[in-house]
């Protein structure tokens, strides 16, 4: 009996409702008997627990037992508490009813509404349960099921049953536990009478089992037939007969289970298997038992009971499965697909060994398998079988019957031909007939390699896929059907050449594809309305006779005829219509024609003149075409898939001097030069992918040692390669002569301008300091700090000028680190703004999650200005200028065009401004040294050149987008840097401090006297300890002596040995040696890797303030 109760009912149905046949003090006293409350958990009553999850798909399940003053959780799933408080306790209420409890909405009822377990967010909806009563029918507790969406239709007959079956599982549990003492478990079956276990045996439907160990003795309840057919007095009575009838699959993994059990110290075992019926069909078992073992810990006996799950698992595998196939057959239009989904399921399913779909050739009595599903390890039989060679059931099948065999040596339509059916590993079978129009035209089966009990259950599942199955196969026939009607008329009208016109059957005209609309020049109501108007007046008589008999006797209508286009002119058409009967075949349709033939009389009489001429045309260009083959200096040819040259002209011969075979014979490569061969194999896969190639040189290899200069031109189509070479090598010497005539030009500028550039300094420094002696020596010192300024302001612009034609040559080393590049750009928006001026606005738009990346921050500083003073220039009356930084990805792609830069991600920072824009020769040269287009004395042209020296240094890119009048980006691309950021520190005003330690010596190494003088002062202002060395050699001498050095300050051109190889040679002895390299000009330490770890540098000139700062840093390290 199940007790339903909605949401309205539940506290009506309570209210009063006395407690039936017990008190409230026998049911705590037969509680208390069992002696479970406050016990540790036992995986028995857990796996039910877990099984009451699953069966129900439900989150929380509950083994609750309810005390005088609490409910107390056996076994919980989903709920993390062992106990909770009468006062939210629904099991109280749930025992005090027959049957199984359910409320279907917990929240939607005021009894429970406010329990804190419901109320909450994740609150409980739906409660169901089945209560645990002792054989006496004193209710414990109850097993409960509790799901947070409400249920309106509750549980169905099957689930209640279930429910019910759990909770005698878990009384089954309980009556065990108490039957079997704690002090003596070996003995407790000869303590416990007969009737006690009678009663436990009788007390559920599940096949109980009880297994003497030392005799191997096993004694089976009734409930063995009942549930799976075996008769008591059939059955062996050893745990041999029981191990056999596990599924060969399961069974090792469960003697395995059971014998680790015996011999462990576990007190309770549990498994599930697939256990063999009288029948031969397997059951799904959920086995556990409890093992009873002597003083010594020695397994004597092993008591337990087996539940069926095979119905329930089988009908929610069956319903899930026909869900699951009715979404996959939604998305299939091949029929073929359709039955194989189908058979697929139907064999997953009823774990059958092969299922499967064929036609059938009725008069031929044969069946055609195309492609049948197996199952793993299972053998397909593909092909064409007859079925009389397989017994006499396809009379049946013909009459629309379903066969079902569930022993082909037994059944009579099989029997003789079971030898045959075995060969195909088929034991019993199931055919479903599809019977089309009176006809079996295919049939569904299945096949099993031993004889089987088909259920009803399994025939109702084959019923279902096979019903599914025909109404999906049916809207793929129709729908591929209309489609490729549809599909072919709309081919045929609207891309054909013809006008398509359709008509009703009197032959008014309903429909006129785009060409007639497009000739006649109306509508489809125009032209039916005056039909007749459209024909020549001279052919109108004609057509309609002919018209008219085509519609009384429905054959084909065809006529020559003019047809006036919308402009007036007339043309001829030949016009054709076919009539389209309905079922009864009087016409209900015409589908017409009108195909232009004006032309075909003119072209017939001109055929022949037009073959003529163009026979002779022909002739001509494939003459031209041979002798410009043979006389072009060019080289040309084409190239197979294999790689080999399939064709070439005598150029090849005449420049290289190879021959036409041994260039047909040998592969490509062996005529490049090996330097050019890895980018030539390159260029080959492009053209292999399908790209053309323009413009491309390579060097080639002349039969006489020399090389030649090719640029090619390469084009694949259709598996093969054309290609034309120019020979260049004498355009490329002179362009080299060329561009070295333009660096001499260059370099003269440069000189040029340095001189002059430094004239003007060395006057501001050697005036200042002329003008500085002479006060001196009149002893006028006021204002002395005058002269000291514009020397040492000429100084450091002499310095900065150092700096920018290092940058230019790209031989400046770079301080890099970590840079923030948001931070970077938004702290020069001040100088920025001053920069620009008034007339231009300034926007500064940052990625919020750019990478960092590594570069020199004030190199970096330095090319952004630069690039915006630019900006400026190229906007006189003012706009705007943006700098947006983002993350981006550089692809193969831009690769190929920048060989240099390799893929990957990198920061970009764009100045973008809405200025004069650049024309594409302009942007060609834009990064060339002393290139601008700034008036004479407005500019250097080496900004950009060095903006460009400053990306590539830091193994970036530079790049120009840019249009006349449409403003101009550049965009700086900087690798991604995997490290964060360094943040920034202001130099102290004097850093020129005392050191941590005066104790701490330093060697320097300068071989110019000036500024190693000036180096160890500085040091030995800080209170240093400075030794002195001129060149590499000395200062190895210091470093090789056991003198106690801190730190090396070393200039890199040092005469002989240079300061790298002198620092390389120290660190044998000094692997930790801190070394400060200064350096006014340094090539090699330019190129990345220069400096390892421990190593910084600093770049002449420096002030004694900043040299101070990095010493300092480095000392503290």
């Known amino acids: 009996m199940v007790v339903q109760f909605p949401p309205e009912e539940v506290s009506e149905v309570l209210d009063g409702t006395p407690p039936i046949g017990w008190t409230e003090p026998e049911r705590l006293a037969a509680l208390a008997e069992y002696g479970i409350l406050d016990?540790?958990?036992?995986?028995?009553?857990?796996d039910i627990a877990r099984l009451a999850t699953r069966l129900f798909d439900v989150p929380v399940a509950l083994v609750s037992l309810v005390a005088d003053d609490r409910q107390w959780f056996k076994a919980e799933v989903g709920l993390g508490l062992r106990e909770t408080s009468l006062d939210v306790s629904i099991c109280k209420d749930a025992i005090r009813h027959p049957g199984v409890f359910v409320v279907c909405d917990l929240a939607g009822d005021p009894c429970y509404a406010s329990n804190p377990l419901v109320a909450s967010e994740s609150g409980f909806r739906f409660y169901a349960s089945a209560k645990l009563e002792t054989p006496e029918g004193r209710p414990l507790g109850a097993v409960a099921i509790l799901d947070r969406r409400p249920r309106p239709q509750g549980i169905s007959e099957a689930e209640t049953a279930s429910l019910e079956a759990l909770a005698r599982q878990v009384m089954s549990h309980l009556e065990l536990r108490r039957a079997i003492s704690a002090r003596d478990r070996a003995l407790v079956a000869e303590r416990a009478?007969?009737?006690?276990?009678t009663l436990l045996a009788n007390a559920t439907r599940d096949a109980i089992w009880d297994w003497d160990l030392d005799r191997d003795s096993v004694v089976w309840n009734e409930a063995l037939h009942d549930a799976h057919g075996y008769s008591l007095d059939d059955v062996a009575p050893t745990g041999e007969w029981w191990m056999e009838r596990i599924h060969p699959d399961d069974r090792e993994r469960i003697v395995t289970s059971i014998q680790a059990a015996i011999d462990g110290r576990d007190l309770r075992w549990a498994s599930e298997y697939r256990f063999r019926q009288a029948d031969g069909a397997y059951a799904d078992i959920f086995d556990r038992g409890s093992l009873i073992r002597d003083e010594d810990g020695r397994a004597r006996r092993m008591v337990g009971a087996m539940l069926d799950l095979t119905e329930r698992n089988r009908s929610a595998a069956r319903r899930g499965a026909l869900a699951e196939l009715g979404e996959r057959l939604r998305e299939l239009d091949d029929p073929a697909a359709i039955a194989f989904a189908a058979a697929e399921t139907m064999g997953r399913v009823l774990r059958v060994e092969r299922a499967g779909y064929a036609s059938v050739e009725e008069d031929s009595e044969t069946i055609l398998?195309?492609?049948?599903?197996?199952s793993e390890g299972g053998t397909s039989h593909p092909g064409r079988l007859h079925f009389r060679d397989f017994g006499t059931f396809i009379d049946d099948l013909k009459r629309g019957e379903t066969v079902v065999i569930a022993d082909v040596r037994t059944d009579a339509r099989t029997s003789d031909c079971a030898e045959a059916m075995e060969a195909k590993d088929i034991g019993a079978l199931v055919n479903l007939p599809v019977i089309e129009q009176g006809r079996l035209v295919a049939i569904f089966y299945l096949n099993q390699s031993q004889a089987r009990s088909w259920t009803e259950g399994d025939l109702a599942f084959v019923r279902n896929v096979a019903d599914?199955?025909?109404a999906a196969t049916e809207r793929a026939r129709s729908m591929a059907a209309l489609r490729a009607s549809e599909e072919l008329f709309r081919v045929f009208a609207q891309a054909m050449p013809n006008q398509v016109w359709a008509a009703d059957a009197s032959g008014r005209i309903d429909w006129l594809n785009r060409q007639a609309e497009e000739y006649f020049g109306s509508s489809v109501q125009q032209s039916s309305e005056n039909w007749a108007a459209l024909l020549h007046l001279e052919d109108r008589s004609d057509a309609a006779e002919r018209w008219h008999h085509s519609v009384a006797t429905g054959e084909i209508f065809e006529t020559e005829l003019r047809l006036r286009r919308h402009d007036g002119a007339y043309r001829w058409f030949l016009a054709r219509a076919l009539a389209i009967p309905d079922e009864q075949g009087a016409i209900r349709r015409w589908i017409g024609t009108n195909t232009d033939v004006d032309e075909q009389k003119e072209i017939a009489a001109e055929l022949a003149q037009v073959n003529a001429l163009l026979a002779s045309r022909v002739e001509e260009r494939t003459r031209e075409r041979d002798r410009l083959w043979s006389t072009t200096s060019d080289l040309m040819g084409t190239a197979g898939p294999n790689g080999l040259f399939t064709s070439v002209n005598p150029a090849w011969t005449r420049m290289l001097g190879w021959s036409e075979s041994e260039l047909l014979a040998l592969p490509p490569m062996e005529f490049v030069v090996p330097e050019d061969r890895e980018e030539v194999e390159a260029i080959a896969a492009r053209l292999v992918a399908g790209e053309a190639i323009e413009s491309y040189a390579n060097r080639l290899r002349t039969r006489d040692g020399g090389t030649r200069t090719i640029m090619w031109n390469a084009v694949p189509d259709r598996g093969a390669v054309y290609f034309v070479g120019r020979d260049i090598t004498d355009q490329r010497e002179v362009e080299d002569q060329l561009r070295q005539a333009q660096k001499m030009e260059a370099v003269g500028q440069l000189t040029g301008g340095i001189a002059h550039d430094f004239n003007n300094l060395l006057t501001g420094i050697i005036g200042s300091l002329d003008l500085l002696q002479t006060r001196l020596r009149q002893g006028r010192t006021e204002n002395l700090d005058r002269y000291l300024k514009v020397a040492t302001n000429s100084a450091n612009r002499a310095a900065a000028l150092t700096h920018r034609l290092l940058a230019f040559a790209r031989r400046q080393p770079l301080d890099a680190r970590p840079v923030d590049v948001n931070a970077l750009v938004t702290s020069l928006e001040d100088l920025l703004r001053r920069s620009i001026g008034e007339a231009i606005g300034l926007s500064i738009e940052t990625e919020p999650n750019l990478w960092p990346t590594h570069c020199d921050a004030n190199q970096l500083e330095s090319a952004i200005l630069n690039?915006?003073?630019?900006?400026?220039?190229?906007?006189?009356?003012?706009?705007?200028?943006?700098i947006v930084t983002d993350n981006t990805f550089l692809d193969s792609h831009a690769a190929t065009l920048h060989p240099e830069v390799r893929p990957g991600p990198y920061v970009s920072i764009s100045v973008i401004d809405t200025g004069l824009g650049m024309a594409p020769d302009v942007i060609k040269r834009a990064f060339d040294p002393?290139?601008?287009?700034?008036?004479?004395?407005?500019?250097?042209?080496?900004?950009?050149?060095?903006?460009y020296g400053f990306a590539r240094q830091s193994d970036g890119l530079a790049r120009i987008a840019s249009e006349p009048g449409r403003g101009t980006t550049i965009t700086l691309y900087l690798p991604r840097h995997d490290s964060e950021a360094a943040v920034s520190e202001a130099p102290a005003s004097h850093p020129a401090v005392s050191a941590r330690n005066r104790e701490e010596t330093v060697l320097v190494v300068e071989d110019e006297t000036m500024v190693r003088d000036l180096v160890v002062e500085i040091l030995g202002e800080m209170g240093l300890r400075v030794i002195q060395a001129v060149d590499g050699a000395s200062g190895l001498k210091v470093l090789s002596s056991g003198q106690r050095i801190d730190l090396l300050v070393s200039d890199i051109g040092l005469p002989g040995m240079n300061g790298r190889q002198m620092v390389d040679e120290a660190r044998t002895t000094r692997p930790d040696l801190p070394v400060l390299f200064i350096t006014g000009y340094a090539q090699n330490a330019a190129l990345a890797g220069f400096l390892r770890p421990g190593m910084e540098m600093m770049t002449k000139p420096f002030t004694a303030d900043g040299l101070a700062t990095r010493v300092r840093g480095m000392l503290e390290g």
């Not at 016990?39 to 857990?46: R, S, W």
């Not at 398998?369 to 197996?374: A, Y």
């Open 39 to 46: 016990t540790a958990p036992e995986i028995q009553f857990d």
């Open 193 to 197: 009478g007969a009737q006690r276990y």
């Open 369 to 374: 398998v195309e492609r049948d599903w197996v």
């Open 468 to 470: 599914s199955t025909r």
């Open 867 to 882: 690039l915006a003073i630019n900006a400026r220039d190229a906007m006189p009356e003012g706009g705007q200028l943006r």
């Open 930 to 947: 002393f290139f601008t287009t700034k008036p004479q004395g407005q500019g250097t042209g080496l900004g950009l050149s060095m903006v």
